[in-house]
């Protein structure tokens, strides 16, 4: 497409195109035909076909739609949530990262996706920060996952946060690296930075087990209340990668799901599934937790001392 024709393409007077007609760092994948924006068009062209359909519509949405609604919780959770429930400086700090994390993660997915067709240069930046979002979003999963899983722990909660910083390092090398857009060994949607996802989401199983095992192993009725909680995140997050990775059901009809249903449209609706549900189970945890002040006790014989210690004194206040 030359200068002069990009200037006049506008999304109701300038169709969509083919994959053959693309370079293929255009392609969502091989697999899907068709429903590609012309590139090299302005930004503002790029913002106009946000209201167009086109294959880019659902993955561009959804996580608008997930921004607007985490900041939305930004608001809501300091302002009503956590002073209603009586909560502690360190509540509203790791409650703000937490959702500034999740607003991070949906906003530079957006920015990838609305202007990923810019050029093959400005694709490969914007991966760089889509990936950073990624990052953003999966270590204020776990930061969030920690805070709450150890509250009657604050040792072991230090221990975990000192391994989430380690965690930390990783990911932010990740859009540092000069091969972020070669993929690899495993596959044409599986490069070694989604093995070290996989890696550091799989660890999160230690924290697990080590929280089942504190709070009285699997038959106590603390464990029996958040597991299952905890199996949806595991098993939404785990949808949504075997999607991605995958690349079904577009592999199986080709061209069928261009527009809407394909992978990476799945992909991107349960992740932001994912996220919804576990800031809404955490928080609610939360705050359930500061308003019931001898929570540890009930639940939990083998908190610290510490706390013990602090609730006995009060009492007898």
Request: with cysteine; net charge neutral.
């Given at each position: 497409?030359?200068?002069?024709?990009?200037?006049?393409?506008?999304?109701?007077?300038?169709?969509?195109?083919r994959k053959t007609d693309?370079?293929?760092?255009?392609?969502?994948?091989?697999?899907?035909?068709?429903?590609?924006?012309?590139?090299?068009?302005?930004?503002?062209?790029?913002?106009?076909?946000?209201?167009?359909?086109?294959?880019?519509?659902?993955?561009?949405?959804?996580?608008?739609?997930?921004?607007?609604?985490?900041?939305?919780?930004?608001?809501?959770?300091?302002?009503?949530?956590?002073?209603?429930?009586?909560?502690?400086?360190?509540?509203?700090?790791?409650?703000?990262?937490?959702?500034?994390?999740?607003?991070?993660?949906?906003?530079?997915?957006?920015?990838?996706?609305?202007?990923?067709?810019?050029?093959?240069?400005?694709?490969?930046?914007?991966?760089?920060?889509?990936?950073?979002?990624?990052?953003?979003?999966?270590?204020?999963?776990?930061?969030?996952?920690?805070?709450?899983?150890?509250?009657?722990?604050?040792?072991?909660?230090?221990?975990?946060?000192?391994?989430?910083?380690?965690?930390?390092?990783?990911?932010?090398?990740?859009?540092?690296?000069?091969?972020?857009?070669?993929?690899?060994?495993?596959?044409?949607?599986?490069?070694?930075?989604?093995?070290?996802?996989?890696?550091?989401?799989?660890?999160?199983?230690?924290?697990?087990?080590?929280?089942?095992?504190?709070?009285?192993?699997?038959?106590?009725e603390h464990v029996m209340?958040?597991?299952?909680?905890?199996?949806?995140?595991?098993?939404?997050?785990?949808?949504?990668?075997?999607?991605?990775?995958?690349?079904?059901?577009?592999?199986?009809?080709?061209?069928?799901?261009?527009?809407?249903?394909?992978?990476?449209?799945?992909?991107?609706?349960?992740?932001?599934?994912?996220?919804?549900?576990?800031?809404?189970?955490?928080?609610?945890?939360?705050?359930?937790?500061?308003?019931?002040?001898?929570?540890?006790?009930?639940?939990?014989?083998?908190?610290?001392?510490?706390?013990?210690?602090?609730?006995?004194?009060?009492?007898?206040?």
């Amino acid at each position: 497409m030359t200068d002069a024709s990009a200037k006049k393409c506008v999304p109701n007077y300038c169709k969509l195109l083919r994959k053959t007609d693309l370079e293929p760092c255009f392609w969502v994948n091989e697999y899907v035909h068709t429903g590609y924006r012309p590139p090299h068009l302005s930004a503002m062209q790029y913002v106009k076909w946000i209201f167009q359909w086109n294959n880019e519509t659902v993955n561009i949405w959804t996580h608008l739609i997930g921004f607007f609604y985490f900041t939305w919780r930004q608001y809501v959770i300091n302002i009503y949530l956590l002073p209603s429930a009586n909560a502690n400086a360190n509540d509203y700090v790791i409650a703000t990262i937490f959702l500034l994390g999740l607003q991070i993660c949906m906003l530079l997915s957006s920015f990838y996706h609305i202007f990923g067709s810019t050029s093959a240069e400005r694709k490969r930046m914007l991966l760089r920060f889509d990936i950073f979002g990624i990052s953003a979003g999966l270590l204020s999963i776990y930061l969030m996952g920690i805070y709450t899983a150890f509250l009657c722990f604050e040792e072991w909660q230090k221990y975990y946060f000192a391994f989430l910083f380690g965690i930390s390092l990783i990911t932010v090398y990740l859009p540092l690296n000069n091969n972020i857009n070669e993929t690899v060994r495993f596959g044409p949607q599986f490069s070694c930075t989604h093995l070290t996802y996989l890696i550091i989401a799989t660890l999160s199983f230690g924290p697990a087990f080590h929280w089942i095992a504190l709070h009285g192993g699997i038959g106590s009725e603390h464990v029996m209340k958040w597991l299952p909680k905890l199996l949806v995140l595991y098993a939404t997050s785990g949808c949504a990668f075997l999607f991605y990775i995958s690349m079904i059901p577009e592999r199986l009809k080709p061209g069928i799901f261009d527009l809407v249903g394909c992978s990476h449209q799945w992909w991107h609706i349960l992740v932001l599934a994912a996220m919804w549900y576990w800031q809404n189970e955490t928080l609610d945890y939360l705050a359930s937790h500061r308003l019931q002040t001898n929570h540890c006790l009930i639940y939990n014989r083998l908190s610290n001392i510490t706390l013990a210690y602090q609730l006995m004194h009060n009492m007898i206040d």
